[in-house]
């Protein structure tokens, strides 16, 4: 497809589960950024990745969250042992440029329940 | 650290009638500013954007922007709003140390009949 595709769209998993979102994003973008957004809030920023490394994965809130882009495409958001807190919509974005230069494409989101 | 405030959670205009979405930054020098838009159901959609230059801004669907400097903001203006209008705008500030881009929380906009 043309936009940025996550999958699932909804996830649902009991407290303690590990989970696993994915990100497809524009061919040819080199940039991608991971953000979670709750209820009533805007995007947060989790991790940005420029080609295959993180270049900046401050916004990650403790060491359950882990992300990879092993080739410079395809990235996937893990989440081990997952919190109620977890709950909400994780966005994807990619960019042809860093975001400060260029425009941010978000896909439609991952929106995960923790039961 | 740079940040973004947007004071008006909701706001609700009539049809027809004129918008402004309030956006007040912190940023060290000189931003990169975004306006997204977000529909029910939809992906985040860029509706303009300002890098530098002319500091008035226009984007898609008859909106603009102006950065003021001085002020720290850039608002968002539309002077006739229309039914599919309602969403919830979200303002951005770039690039941070490390190029991520940071959001408000975002501004519900309701249309009157």
């Known amino acids: 497809g043309a936009g940025v595709s996550q999958t699932p769209s909804n996830k649902v998993t009991e407290k303690g589960k590990y989970v696993e979102l994915r990100c497809d994003p524009i061919s040819g973008h080199t940039a991608l950024y991971w953000y979670r957004q709750s209820l009533g809030q805007g995007p947060e920023f989790l991790i940005y990745f420029q080609g295959t490394g993180a270049a900046d994965d401050s916004g990650l809130p403790n060491d359950r969250f882990f992300a990879v882009r092993p080739e410079g495409s395809v990235s996937t958001l893990k989440i081990q042992r997952t919190e109620r807190g977890d709950s909400a919509v994780y966005l994807c974005?990619?960019?042809?440029?860093?975001?400060?230069?260029?425009?941010?494409?978000f896909g439609e989101g991952s929106r995960l329940t923790v039961l | 650290a740079q940040s973004v405030t947007q004071p008006d959670i909701h706001i609700t205009v009539s049809e027809g009638a004129s918008l402004e979405l309030r956006c007040n930054y912190s940023y060290g020098a000189t931003p990169y500013l975004f306006w997204y838009v977000q529909s029910p159901g939809q992906g985040l959609q860029l509706l303009l954007k300002y890098f530098s230059g002319d500091t008035l801004v226009q984007g898609i669907k008859g909106f603009e922007a102006e950065f003021k400097r001085s002020q720290s903001s850039f608002n968002l203006r539309k002077p006739s709003v229309h039914w599919s209008d309602a969403a919830e705008y979200f303002c951005a500030v770039g690039p941070g140390r490390d190029d991520k881009i940071i959001f408000g929380k975002g501004t519900r906009l309701h249309i009157l009949p």
């Open positions: 974005a990619s960019s042809l440029r860093q975001a400060g230069a260029g425009e941010l494409f």
